[in-house]
């Protein structure tokens, strides 16, 4: 159940609770762990857990952000064809964030997504049915054989078959039934159903990407959203948006940033040797070889005759030079001011890094899809 409730500051939140007369031990675990999870999560298109509790009949609940309404509203008023890729890249984000962090949701469908009219953005919501591949979860929980765990419509076929695996690919065919909605404004099951190409031909491409999508087998199927959004790029490739982890922070991020430690904060010198003309400066962090090319290559900076970037010799986060004992003090202060040099030449050398990995990624979709056309092409209109 699922309620709006106000703050002492008058604000809006919302608040699902878990019926103490329909709680089971098992449902219990799965509502704790969906907590742990959404807690955790600060990526927008996944609901936040902001604060958990229990009320005096002892129903448990937690307090999320309030929206405006669910995915099944916005579709019920009709969505414009330009509207709906926008739109659905914010679902397969949200679904793709979860996968790569081991989470699948196993139940999803347009009233578990949520849509905010202020900012017009859609979370991915009730998890509490996902299957959790972290192993420091609160809670193990397994699935009773007689469990129906997935709304019927939306379930992939494996979903529906005592005993049969079930894993993110299940997420990809509930994916191709709510894109296909999303513009037709029907569920395609069967055969003779509408196809994305009958309400917007522009968009025609995307009946192939969702047959795809929704295959029997989930062998079949994209392995992963990536591939999804791969597939989508061959013929609009800002529609969707790449995502990857993060090394700094372990969240999901935009391919496109830029999240080299190195790059965002310069090493510091927290420490120096001297012994017998040999100067060894030390870091508070190893270097990596793109840090120490970045500092070859910064372009101006001043030293002292002799004692250039490249006369510096490093193994993990300390630097080795040759000095005397006048020219400690000078080689010091010329090494502190190229760290920050440096790991802003690294910034600039990973932006180029990847303005040309998207120059060639858009290169290989162009030449994908000219193949692929030329494929069906051939298939049209050749006759035996």
């Given at each position: 159940?699922?309620?709006?409730a106000?703050?002492?500051?008058?604000?809006?939140?919302?608040?699902?609770i878990?019926?103490?007369t329909k709680?089971?031990?098992s449902?219990?675990?799965?509502?704790?762990n969906?907590?742990?999870?959404?807690?955790?999560?600060?990526?927008?298109?996944?609901?936040r857990v902001?604060?958990?509790?229990?009320?005096?009949?002892?129903?448990?609940?937690?307090?999320?952000?309030?929206?405006?309404?669910?995915?099944?509203?916005?579709?019920?008023k009709?969505?414009?064809p330009?509207?709906?890729?926008?739109l659905?890249?914010?679902?397969?984000?949200?679904?793709?964030?979860?996968?790569?962090?081991?989470?699948?949701h196993?139940?999803?469908?347009?009233?578990?997504?949520?849509?905010?009219?202020?900012n017009?953005?859609?979370?991915?919501a009730?998890?509490?049915i996902?299957?959790?591949?972290?192993?420091?979860?609160?809670?193990?929980?397994?699935?009773?054989?007689?469990?129906r765990?997935?709304?019927?419509?939306?379930?992939?076929?494996?979903?529906?078959?005592?005993?049969r695996?079930?894993?993110?690919?299940?997420?990809?065919?509930?994916?191709?039934?709510i894109?296909?909605?999303?513009?037709?404004?029907?569920?395609?099951?069967?055969?003779?159903h509408?196809?994305?190409a009958d309400?917007?031909?522009?968009?025609s491409?995307?009946?192939?990407?969702?047959?795809?999508?929704?295959?029997?087998?989930?062998?079949?199927?994209?392995?992963?959203?990536?591939?999804?959004k791969g597939l989508?790029?061959?013929?609009?490739?800002?529609?969707?948006?790449?995502?990857?982890?993060?090394?700094?922070?372990?969240?999901?991020i935009?391919?496109?940033?830029?999240?080299?430690?190195?790059?965002?904060?310069?090493p510091?010198?927290?420490n120096?040797?001297?012994?017998?003309?040999?100067l060894?400066?030390?870091l508070d962090?190893?270097?990596?070889?793109?840090?120490?090319?970045?500092?070859?290559?910064?372009?101006?900076?001043?030293?002292?005759?002799?004692?250039?970037?490249?006369?510096?010799?490093?193994?993990?986060?300390?630097?080795?030079?040759?000095?005397?004992?006048?020219?400690?003090?000078?080689?010091?202060?010329?090494?502190?001011r190229?760290?920050?040099i440096?790991s802003?030449?690294?910034?600039?050398?990973?932006?180029?890094?990847?303005r040309?990995?998207?120059?060639?990624?858009?290169?290989?979709?162009?030449?994908?899809?000219e193949?692929?056309?030329?494929?069906?092409?051939?298939?049209r209109?050749?006759?035996?």
């Amino acid at each position: 159940m699922v309620c709006e409730a106000l703050d002492s500051e008058g604000s809006a939140y919302a608040v699902k609770i878990l019926d103490p007369t329909k709680t089971t031990s098992s449902r219990l675990k799965r509502f704790k762990n969906e907590i742990d999870f959404c807690s955790k999560n600060s990526h927008k298109n996944i609901i936040r857990v902001l604060g958990t509790g229990a009320t005096e009949a002892g129903a448990t609940f937690y307090v999320m952000p309030l929206y405006t309404c669910t995915l099944r509203e916005v579709m019920s008023k009709g969505i414009k064809p330009a509207a709906v890729l926008p739109l659905f890249n914010q679902i397969l984000d949200g679904i793709e964030a979860a996968h790569l962090q081991g989470v699948w949701h196993r139940d999803l469908k347009p009233e578990n997504v949520l849509y905010s009219l202020a900012n017009e953005t859609l979370a991915v919501a009730d998890f509490g049915i996902a299957h959790f591949e972290e192993e420091d979860l609160l809670t193990a929980v397994e699935t009773r054989p007689n469990e129906r765990l997935a709304n019927f419509l939306y379930a992939a076929p494996e979903q529906k078959i005592r005993g049969r695996s079930v894993d993110s690919r299940a997420d990809i065919y509930a994916l191709a039934l709510i894109l296909h909605e999303m513009f037709t404004g029907d569920v395609p099951l069967g055969t003779g159903h509408r196809k994305i190409a009958d309400v917007a031909p522009y968009f025609s491409y995307l009946d192939a990407i969702a047959d795809l999508m929704r295959r029997q087998s989930p062998d079949e199927r994209p392995a992963s959203v990536a591939d999804i959004k791969g597939l989508v790029q061959r013929y609009a490739y800002e529609a969707v948006s790449l995502q990857r982890l993060s090394q700094i922070s372990g969240t999901v991020i935009n391919s496109r940033e830029i999240d080299e430690p190195l790059a965002q904060s310069p090493p510091r010198l927290v420490n120096f040797e001297w012994d017998r003309g040999q100067l060894t400066l030390i870091l508070d962090r190893p270097i990596t070889n793109e840090w120490k090319r970045a500092l070859y290559n910064m372009g101006s900076y001043s030293s002292i005759t002799g004692k250039p970037p490249s006369s510096f010799v490093f193994d993990g986060n300390r630097a080795v030079v040759g000095a005397r004992e006048h020219e400690v003090q000078s080689v010091i202060d010329h090494f502190k001011r190229w760290l920050p040099i440096a790991s802003g030449t690294l910034k600039s050398m990973l932006e180029q890094d990847a303005r040309k990995r998207d120059a060639n990624r858009r290169e290989q979709l162009r030449l994908e899809r000219e193949a692929e056309e030329q494929r069906l092409r051939v298939l049209r209109n050749i006759r035996i």
